[in-house]
């Protein structure tokens, strides 16, 4: 296959697509071919938009439909939309907030996962990719809602991977360290410094790092692996 070509003729929905990780990882996808939709909560300049709450699943099956109803396929779902919630101790975290951060983070990639899966049983082929995070590996200290949203995530990726082995979907999931995106702006600096001090690298990770890897999960060449969980940390990961 040409470079710039794996994903030609292939739809592509990614959440959180309006910057970030989402962002460089649908401009990517889209130079190599992919047809992008971008699902958030606010609008992007790249691909088609839809303005879509993951935390809502009667929005998110609206979606989905809406791509099957204007493209006739779903190829490939990055599901990178997520929130970190307050930074503080989990006897004083606010109930309100560990709520939001549940809805929006694993009730949402349950929503987009229930919902791209009958469209890419439907064509035999599909890729899955989950934002996780080490965090749902180890747990950090006075992030304990991030944390177990994440743990959700990879149980939930883990669970759906092998429901679909035997099709021609895949569902893997990333768990990156610390990569420097606007996502920074919710967390206190004395987090920020936590967060880089456990990564033996000594930096955090570029965004066109996390999105090269992204990418082959989300290609044709990413076949022999469901279920599982991709290391991207600099070295901080243990297992």
Known sequence: MKEGSRFVGQVAVVTGGASGIG????????????????????TADI???RLVDIADAADVAR???????????????????????PNTTTWDYPVADWTSVIQVNLLGMFHCCRAVVP??????????VALASVAGKEGNPNASAYSASKAGV??????????????????????????????????????????LSKIPMGRFGELDEIAAMICWMASQECSFTTGAVFDATGGRATY
């Open 119 to 128: 469209p890419m049983l439907k064509g035999n082929y599909g890729r899955i």
């Open 154 to 195: 990879i149980g939930l990726i883990k669970s759906l991977g092998k429901e679909l082995a035997t099709t021609g979907i895949t569902a893997n999931c990333l768990a990156p360290a610390a990569v420097r995106t606007p996502i920074f702006a919710q967390m206190k600096q004395q987090h920020i410094d936590y967060m």
């Open 47 to 49: 691909g088609e938009t």
């Open 63 to 85: 979606a989905a439909d809406e791509v099957m109803t204007r493209h006739g396929r779903l190829d490939i779902l990055v599901a990178s939309a997520g929130i970190t919630g």
């Open 23 to 42: 962002r460089q990882v649908a401009e990517r996808l889209a130079t190599e071919g992919a047809k992008i939709v971008v699902w958030d909560r606010q």
